[in-house]
């Protein structure tokens, strides 16, 4: 079992910048492929932006390509959504997902084994 815990949600304006954290704790973090996933009401979840477990290789959703960074700190059990150029319909609940241990990135939700319970980004006009 992975417990993981998003962080770092809040309201901000239309073009600012916001970095969310996803941690855990207990596990060895460096096994597991991360990956970010936002829900709005009404909506499945999408797909942001995957790391693998070194933080080589990254992925992006069209939506977050050239303006969200995805990246990970082993030794902290952290990885970062680094969002800017926010626009309302970035409006969500976003959250992390870990894959079991050792498999490769995905933009899959359904390939992702554990959940956090997400924050809240709320971008007004």
């Known amino acids: 079992q992975v417990l993981l815990v998003e962080s770092g949600g809040r309201l901000v304006q239309a073009g600012a910048s916001l970095t969310l954290y996803c941690g855990t704790s207990?596990?060895?973090?460096?096994?597991?492929?991360v990956g970010w996933f936002r829900r709005t009401p009404g909506k499945d979840r999408e797909f942001i932006a995957t790391?693998?477990?070194?933080?080589?290789?990254?992925e992006y959703a069209d939506s977050a390509e050239g303006r969200f960074t995805i990246s990970r700190d082993n030794a902290k059990n952290t990885v970062f959504l680094q969002m800017r150029s926010l626009k309302p319909e970035d409006t969500a609940v976003y959250y992390c997902?870990?894959?079991?241990?050792?498999?490769?990135?995905?933009?899959?939700?359904?390939?992702?084994?554990?959940w956090g319970p997400g924050t809240q980004v709320t971008v007004s006009s």
């Open positions: 790391i693998s477990r070194t933080g080589e290789l990254t």
């Open positions: 207990g596990r060895t973090f460096s096994n597991h492929v």
């Open positions: 997902a870990a894959r079991r241990d050792y498999l490769s990135i995905s933009n899959y939700a359904s390939d992702y084994d554990f």
